[in-house]
């Protein structure tokens, strides 16, 4: 839902997610697995176009749910059956990935319409808020009660009908956000809980991907195998270690910075819609390091399999440029590590065919590793000189 988001320093930035929003995203690590693995092998292009399609309304839905969370700290019984709630119906969804496309698809409608139901139950309340805080009751009812509604209407739509209609509800609620621009909720928003928020969603997909490494071995208990896998732990550690040391640094940096509707601008498009990029791209990537740790032994992965991995890595780059660019940082110093970051992987796709497992996962992981270390140095400069 659109809102005003004015970031707030001192002991608004010292919140923490609480137990329920940890236990609540315990759902998300489910969701991640079912997604990972749909990409797993030899996915083709249709793949992940569905991927990107059936992962966006769970992830824009996690997102409304903790901007909710933010806003409006509560921890009622009312609450926490609402997000239980929540809960089994992401679990739905989860549970209809696989056939979401086919016999599933109704249940996927039904899971995401509950959810919006949920929404209006966290968000009524702030309709009978005292002036200047209330919510107008339009809000509430056409953002959550209406997309359900109409959620729920298309699980009886045959398809592929049913799908033009949730591209065509996904659009509308778009248009929705981006025209509110966060008028109508004047609450602050607590910058420090929302960059937390979006770190642990991070840790649940790089999290999949560490859980993927691990199971693949069952299916090939080799020496090969093993150093293929070890090569992807070194991948999802260096991009640990970069995201945390440098891109929650930066973006609580500037989201308290920022002041306003450019506060709520910056909340919306690096939360919201670039980190839909990031974290689609570490589950991504999940999927090529199981495909390549069961492969080890061939003399090539599949196509399919090198497009998650390889092609995972530069959507990752990709987003993070996109982030810095959001934050003006100027087009020259993004470029300096954003060309190599998207350019490498993309090379390894196009000379993928004549590569072996091992050596497409070691070149993967060089770039990352190479990414962090110059991320690093140039830190270590900036420092010095006493420039942020």
Do not use: K
């Not at 107008?136 to 592929?160: K, M, T």
């Not at 930066?250 to 601008?265: C, D, K, N, P």
């Amino acid at each position: 839902m659109a809102v005003t988001t004015t970031p707030t320093t001192g002991s608004h930035d010292s919140r923490h997610a609480a137990w329920l929003e940890l236990f609540f995203d315990l759902v998300f690590v489910a969701l991640a697995a079912q997604f990972s693995h749909s990409l797993h092998g030899d996915p083709g292009l249709r793949d992940f176009a569905v991927f990107l399609a059936l992962y966006f309304p769970p992830w824009w839905l996690w997102i409304n749910l903790t901007v909710s969370a933010n806003l409006f700290e509560d921890d009622s019984a009312r609450r926490r059956l609402l997000m239980l709630t929540a809960m089994l119906c992401i679990a739905v969804m989860a549970a209809a990935v696989p056939e979401a496309g086919g016999d599933r698809g109704p249940a996927y409608a039904l899971g995401y319409a509950g959810t919006r139901l949920v929404l209006l139950g966290l968000w009524w309340p702030a309709t009978r808020f005292p002036e200047p805080e209330r919510v107008p009751r339009w809000r509430p009812l056409s953002y959550c009660l209406g997309s359900g509604v109409l959620w729920g209407i298309s699980a009886l739509v045959p398809s592929p009908w049913r799908y033009v209609m949730w591209a065509a509800l996904l659009v509308a609620e778009m248009i929705l956000l981006l025209s509110a621009r966060g008028q109508g909720v004047p609450r602050q928003l607590h910058t420090g809980h929302l960059v937390e928020r979006v770190g642990l969603f991070v840790i649940i997909v790089l999290g999949e991907s560490v859980l993927a490494l691990i199971t693949s071995t069952d299916e090939a208990w080799t020496a090969t195998a093993g150093v293929v896998a070890l090569i992807g732990f070194v991948l999802l550690a260096a991009l640990w270690w970069s995201y945390f040391e440098f891109g929650a640094a930066s973006a609580e940096m500037v989201l308290s910075a920022a002041r306003g509707r450019e506060a709520y601008l910056l909340a919306r498009d690096v939360a919201g819609f670039l980190h839909f990029f990031v974290t689609g791209a570490v589950i991504c990537m999940a999927a090529g390091l199981a495909t390549a740790v069961e492969e080890a032994g061939h003399d090539h992965l599949p196509m399919g399999a090198v497009i998650a991995l390889a092609g995972g890595l530069a959507l990752y780059h990709a987003s993070h440029a996109g982030i810095a660019l959001r934050y003006g940082r100027p087009v020259r110093s993004v470029a300096v590590w954003a060309v190599p970051g998207v350019g490498v992987p993309v090379l390894v796709v196009l000379f993928g065919e004549h590569l072996a497992p091992w050596l497409v996962v070691l070149l993967v992981a060089g770039e990352a590793v190479a990414h962090l270390l110059y991320a690093r140095v140039l830190a270590r400069r900036r420092r010095s000189a006493g420039t942020l």
